[in-house]
């Protein structure tokens, strides 16, 4: 018998053999013939309320990203999205929908580079909208303010550092890209009402620009309302619906304006810590450090006791003053490494705070620092909180 006979006989004796097998098994148990199949289905999230959570988690530079949804109240994972490089997530119509705006290669770490803008519907998490813009997206940490939505949520901007500095116009009625605005040497981008956005300037100015629907744009400075050598951290606080910022420095003192279509009004700063607590190295620490309950005005700072320069590593404590007068109004312990935070918009808030290190959100009581939950096995290296701001 030729090798080729041969296995050609043993196929035939396998497929016998495995007839006899299934013909045994149905004799043996009938019932398998009549197992319905199992569809699957896909399950839609609640309907966003204010404790809606997203954490991303961009990993270290990876490729792809994960952003976690997140029903506060008990501390559910209610779905997943993916993301490409350092993507910004953006929460809009008091959390109706997401965006993200997105980078890709099409060699997943080489080869041509795709920016674009997705965006989802927060309860199927389906995408509603993909969008294409040029690929000039400002890849660097990511830095919540790089990207926004228009106060009206009718567009979206994202900043562009190379070639030169510019802003993006999206579109998010018509689903298109508009324009690269051409900007000066500025950051962040804060939207205000009547298709305004304000960027930040290296010489401590604001920028605001004006813009209309077809990208066209008026430019005015306001004037410098730090000193230089008062270092602001990366993530300050914004409200969309307050038109709120609040910037904190290195050392915990905390510059304010309000942002509106006439212009920047700054606000007197407020120092969070005692001349004995600045003397004892209390310092603010974390990634997304301070937030504002808006209804209550009071303002959350994170931080510990630390040296110099040490103002992105995470911190265990939170500061809680009066916003406008920086009068103390109490101070708890968090417990854990905390690299962000964010507090939920309605009468009985949330503090809600994210450990990278940890991988794990955790859930205060925002008046009395009570620990309520966590949500644990959050991807790699999350340390980016996104809520809806939905107050007023």
């Known amino acids: 018998m030729t090798i080729f006979n041969l296995k050609s006989k043993l ?47 961009p990993g270290h530079f990876q490729m792809t990203s ?16 993916d993301a490409g490089k350092l993507p910004h997530v953006l929460v809009g119509d008091k959390g109706n929908f997401m965006a993200i705006a997105n980078t890709w290669y099409d060699r997943i770490a080489r080869g041509n580079r795709d920016d674009y803008i997705e965006v989802f519907d927060t309860q199927t998490h389906k995408v509603t909208a993909d969008i294409d813009i040029p690929e000039g997206r400002f890849l660097t940490a990511v830095f919540t303010h790089m990207a926004t939505l228009s106060t009206d949520d009718k567009h979206m901007m994202f900043q562009q550092f190379s ?5 993006g116009l999206v579109d998010l009625e018509a689903n298109k890209f508009v324009k690269m605005m051409d900007t000066p040497d500025c950051y962040h981008l804060f939207p205000a009402p009547e298709q305004n956005v304000y960027m930040h300037c290296r010489d401590g100015s604001m920028l605001k620009i004006n813009y209309d629907d077809e990208g066209n744009a008026t430019q005015t400075h306001s004037k410098v309302f730090h000193p230089e050598d008062s270092y602001l951290v990366n993530e ?22 309000k942002l509106t279509a006439d212009g920047a009004e700054f606000m007197d700063p407020i120092d969070v810590f005692t001349k004995e607590e600045k003397a004892e190295k209390w310092r603010p620490g974390g990634w997304q450090l301070v937030t504002i309950h808006n209804d209550s005005n009071e303002l959350y700072l994170l931080a510990d006791k630390r040296g110099k320069w040490t103002h992105k590593t995470p911190s265990r404590y939170v500061f809680v003053v009066d916003a406008n007068t920086g009068e103390r109004l109490r101070k708890f312990e968090l417990k854990h490494e905390i690299d962000s935070i964010a507090v939920s918009q309605d009468d009985k808030p949330y503090l809600f705070a994210v450990s990278a290190n940890e991988q794990t959100l955790y859930t205060f009581d ?27």
């Open 11 to 57: 196929r035939q004796q396998g497929l016998v053999g495995g007839i006899a097998a299934a013909a045994l098994m149905t004799a043996a148990y009938p019932a398998l013939a009549d197992i319905a199949i199992e569809e699957m289905t896909l399950e839609v999230a609640p309907a966003s309320d204010s404790k809606r959570v997203y954490v991303t988690d």
């Open 66 to 81: 994960q952003v976690f949804t997140i029903d506060g109240n008990n501390n559910k994972i209610l779905g997943m999205s």
């Open 163 to 167: 070639p030169i500095p510019a802003v």
């Open 236 to 257: 300050p606080y914004y409200s969309d619906v307050t038109n709120r910022l609040a910037w904190p420095d290195y050392e915990g003192r905390i510059y304010q304006a």
């Open 366 to 392: 925002a008046k009395t620092g009570k620990k309520i939950g966590e949500t644990a096995g959050l991807g790699r290296y999350p340390h980016i909180l996104t809520l809806p701001q939905d107050s007023e």
